[in-house]
């Protein structure tokens, strides 16, 4: 079938986007789905700091790639093998397939699927197959998923079946950072009742950290981040304190404001600089937390002795160290009883031919979520 779908063929074009316009919009040929796979109508789907490191090169992709990976939308079709989901099914979609079978999947840690990531970084679905072409070309699936299309192609493991009665552009927001940034809290890092809490870098992933750490009952939680508009914004959610992480000092005002420094410290900006504010507002015996996803050649360095004279925890955190299907009902429950507020996170509707502008919009930081409707 014939689909329109966001393309990008070259990264690292220059800013603004609207100018230079590196992701196309293309009528591309979208195959039936294979045996394990879904075809899905895509209802909404999220602009995420992840499909920007793509665009600006900070994440290396294989090119040219469909791109897009945080979605809500509707099965169509099913093909063989696929008893779990029939047309008609409301789902969001997963950016890491879990095969059920490596040994990060027996242990329950879908998140660290090894095909997957296998699978995610070749630019294929799970089972190593491209369902996108444009004539003879083949364009790649972005971390098996490309959503910023009208409909996808993905694997069944990619999929998480809702039964609610949502809207579509609140369902997308699970797929990516709402797991991510609740579940570093609850899952890798499991917050604990009482505790001080430090989220540095208040992107949909961040905010969400935040009020991952409110819903699991930190007393303190404090939001760190370069924009005013952000820390506003956190202060409005919740947030206890906050602190501009431009200020040279702000370790030490962090430190100073918790008395010794913060329990838990979350970094998700994937920024060097980010990090090194994250470990240093970090009190001894402490976790440090990241979700960053920097670019590969970028490095942390920090007093090695640190982890043994003061008893501190360095942790990553991928996908929240989530299971999908258990986690993502149960926060879409919390949502709807108050207690997870993540909707608020929604700051723009565009079009899927405002995307370009769109991405101009999420680099400059003063957007949580922009989804695009695709109806």
Known sequence: ??????????????????????????????????????????????????????????????????????????????????????PGDKVICVFVPSCGQCIPC????????????????AGTLLGGGIRIHN???????????????EYAVVAQNSLVKVDRDLPFEKMALFGCAVITGVGAVVNTAEVTLGS?????GLGGIGLSALLGAIAAGANEVIAIDINEKKLEQA????????????????VEQVRAYTNGGVDYAFETAGVVAAME???G???????????GLPHPEHKFAFPYVTLTAEERTLKGSYVGSCVPKRDIPNYINLMEQGRLPVDRLLSNIISLEEINEGFDLLATGDASRIIIKMD
């Not at 027996?106 to 970084?121: D, F, H, I, T, W």
């Not at 202060?235 to 702000?250: C, H, M, Q, R, Y």
Request: with cysteine; glycine share 12%; proline share 6%.
């Open 281 to 291: 507002v970090t009190k001894r015996g402490g976790v440090t937390t990241t979700t």
């Open 277 to 279: 504010v994250a470990y």
């Open 135 to 149: 004539g003879e070309e083949s364009i790649g699936h972005h971390v098996g998923v490309s959503a910023f299309s």
């Open 235 to 250: 202060k409005e959610l919740g947030a206890t304190a906050i602190f501009n992480s431009n200020d040279p000092d702000v």
């Open 106 to 121: 027996a242990e329950g840690r879908p998140a660290l699927c090894e095909p997957g990531a296998q699978s995610n970084g």
């Open 196 to 200: 001080k809490v430090a989220v540095i």
């Open 1 to 86: 079938m014939k689909v329109k779908s966001a393309i990008l063929r070259e990264s690292g074009a220059e800013r603004p986007y609207a100018s230079s316009k590196p992701i196309k919009i293309e009528q591309v040929d979208l195959d039936s789905p294979g045996a394990g796979e879904v075809l899905i109508q895509i209802k909404a789907a999220s602009l995420c700091h992840s499909d920007l490191s793509v665009i600006n090169g900070s994440r290396p992709r294989p090119l040219p790639m469909a791109l897009g990976h945080e979605a809500a939308g509707v099965v169509v079709e099913t093909g063989e093998g696929v008893t779990n989901f029939l």
